[in-house]
């Protein structure tokens, strides 16, 4: 799984929880780095769990981007922006199910489960 989050406090918290539940993580603080290490690597990411609004590229360019590397990628994205200013970011309806910022841990991880499974397409999950 990869996160990516241009806030570092976030991006830790988040990658410890999910570290804790088990799940192996990657991290980057932003979209070119996360493309990047999508490039150097061999193993599988089944995930990419991305900020909507960062700087430089925002979560919807970089998830047609690394699904354009990854095919077989799910997204999960989060913010903590309403929704007109996310509509502003790109298309972030396109499929892809939207985790509302400030999460605690166990919806982070339900939402994880949830798309891993394959469920939650297109749905805000919290």
Known sequence: MLVVED??????????????AGYQVLEAGNGVAALALLQSRQEPVHLLLTDVVMPGMNGAELAGQARALRPELRVIYMSGYPDDVLSAAGDVSAGHPLIAKPFDRATLLAAVRKVLAGRGAGSRLQ
């Not at 806030?7 to 804790?20: M, N």
């Open 7 to 20: 806030d570092s406090g976030v991006r830790h918290l988040t990658v410890h929880h999910l570290a804790a």
